[in-house]
């Protein structure tokens, strides 16, 4: 069946000149697959005219089989008084030999006359002759209509008229652009309805997020007629993004009510966000709507209470459907149905009436007014709550000693720790050289832990925060370590407090593995 909304994906194209994205051929290979699986309609995996990384990823992608997604090579209309069958940049295109060509061309006469300095009727010609010549080669044509927007505004006659040559030439789409991102939502749904009466080709719609208006302009082209979207994985993209397609998506699915991707990708959409972050080595972004890890964490006791007895009354939608999960925080601010909530979605088997919940709340309390902060340390609070419930679990191990040095010689400086673990009887030493004095602690406790629990080998360290948080103290202060770790499925946080930052982080590393090796 047909989608009402088509996905256009431009994370490898115009998500990649986003600030800090840079995208190896491998990497875009990933991410071009990734996308394939979930089901968008098109991908644009480049620029084969602007750089020879694009030419190479299109070398390396006609080799692959896409089961769901057309891949689109996107370039220009052919230069000003150049014939487009000697244009090299179109040459390029063709030689991409993917289904979809995507040409952007000026709509605005401001650009025609004062950028491409050139008549209006050479703008159109260049516009038509290009859209042709990509058909006569059996593509599948999109044209971007770059400044659609500002350039109707300015001029609405000579935009409708570079439209009609792109349709006239048998373009598949036209694709109106807010290139700049400084259209309001009600402009674009009046510009875009116009479009869609006076054309007869189908409608897209491309938004930039200057405004922070990109995904709402997107939907309000999509309601007044548009039914392609173009758009990037996690809004990516020069200045402050394109448009988000991962709003975009369960938007159009969940309240706009029309088919887009299939149904059964939406679960997937948090993973497909996380994912890209990864490749792109970008920290996933916690206030994403829809996906971030914020997006449905509750932190007021009322609100908390609200939630617990009726999920809705604090959420626009169950977080499960997009793949995403409630987070009760705990802070101060925590009653008893925080504690509750939190316990239950950690796994334990926690109500109101557990007797243990005093004690649980009490302990909560009385570390974070020593220093400590669970909000991105679930995984120490699941065994703070552990360790109640079971009134003095066994321990897995225990660190009986270590020792933390560095030196430098000549430019080099070197830090090693030793360790030394219990395990039950068994004792392990172990020693380890590192970046810096936590890394090395790190490596020498997982590699003496590692002989006894093998799977701990495959943990890794994602992220290593430190803050100060009694500044008034001066060298006195405490020192609050957070550490993510990972064992590549799932993520966990812990955390340790201490005047002393390498005894901070060993309480938050011990925590870390014993954490994993709790976990399931
Ligand atoms: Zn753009």
Not at 120 to 148: R, W
Not at 429 to 453: C, M, Q, T
Request: hydrophobic content about 40%.
């Amino acid at each position: 069946m047909k989608p009402q909304v088509e996905i256009y994906d431009t994370t490898l194209r115009d998500g990649s000149q986003g600030e800090g994205i840079n995208f190896s051929v491998a990497d875009k290979l990933r991410v071009a697959e990734k996308l394939d699986s979930f089901g968008v309609h098109y991908i644009e995996g480049g620029w084969p005219g602007s750089n020879p990384k694009d030419i190479e990823f299109f070398a390396q992608a006609k080799k692959k089989k896409f089961k769901n997604a057309k891949l689109a090579a996107f370039g220009s209309t052919r230069k000003k008084a150049t014939p487009v069958e000697l244009d090299e940049q179109v040459r390029l295109l063709i030689e991409a030999e993917t289904p979809v060509v995507t040409i952007y061309g000026k709509t605005s006469m401001l650009h025609v006359r004062e950028v491409l300095r050139c008549t209006p009727e050479e703008n159109l010609a260049m516009i038509a002759d290009t859209v042709k010549y990509l058909k006569d080669h059996g593509k599948f044509v999109v044209y971007d209509a770059e400044h659609a927007f500002d350039g109707y505004k300015l001029n609405a006659e000579y935009a409708l008229d570079t439209w009609r040559a792109a349709e006239k030439a048998g373009a598949d789409f036209v694709v109106l652009c807010d290139t700049n991102g400084g259209c309001l939502p009600s402009e674009i749904a009046a510009i875009t309805k116009t479009a869609a009466s006076k054309l007869n080709c189908k409608i897209g719609i491309h938004t930039h997020d200057d405004s922070g208006v990109g995904v709402a302009n997107a939907l309000a082209a999509l309601e007044a007629g548009a039914c392609h979207v173009q758009g990037t994985v996690n809004g990516y993209g020069e200045r402050t993004g394109n448009c988000n397609l991962i709003s975009v998506i369960p938007l159009v699915h969940f309240k706009m009510k029309k088919s887009c991707v299939p149904a059964k990708s939406l679960p997937k959409l948090k993973e497909l966000s996380g994912f890209v972050d990864e490749v792109a080595n970008i920290r996933h972004n916690p206030r994403l709507p829809w996906v971030g890890s914020a997006a449905f964490a509750h932190k007021g006791g009322t609100h908390v209470n609200a939630v617990q007895k009726l999920a809705s009354s604090y959420e626009h939608i169950n977080p499960e459907l997009v793949g995403n999960a409630r987070n009760i925080l705990i802070s101060d601010l925590a009653g008893r149905s925080n504690i509750v909530m939190k316990a239950q979605s950690l796994g334990f088997k926690l109500t109101n009436d557990t007797p243990e919940l005093r004690s649980i709340l009490e302990a909560i309390k009385q570390r974070e007014h020593e220093g400590y902060e669970y909000e991105a340390a679930s995984a120490s609070m699941s065994l703070l709550i552990r360790g109640i419930l079971t009134h003095n679990p066994e321990l897995l191990f225990t660190v009986d000693k270590y020792h933390v040095s560095m030196r430098r010689d000549d430019k080099q400086s070197i830090c090693e720790a030793t360790v030394r673990v219990r395990v039950g009887k068994k004792i392990h030493d172990e020693v380890a050289e590192g970046d810096g004095p936590v890394n090395a602690l790190d490596s020498a406790l997982r590699h003496a832990l590692a002989k006894s629990f093998p799977k701990l080998k495959k943990i890794t360290l994602t992220d290593y925060k430190v803050r100060i948080i009694d500044g008034v103290a001066g060298t006195g202060a405490k020192t609050r370590v957070l550490i993510t770790s990972t064992d590549g499925k799932s993520e966990w946080g812990t955390v340790g407090v201490s005047e002393n930052i390498i005894e901070a982080s060993l309480e938050a590393l011990v925590d870390s593995m014993e954490f994993a090796l709790l976990k399931k």
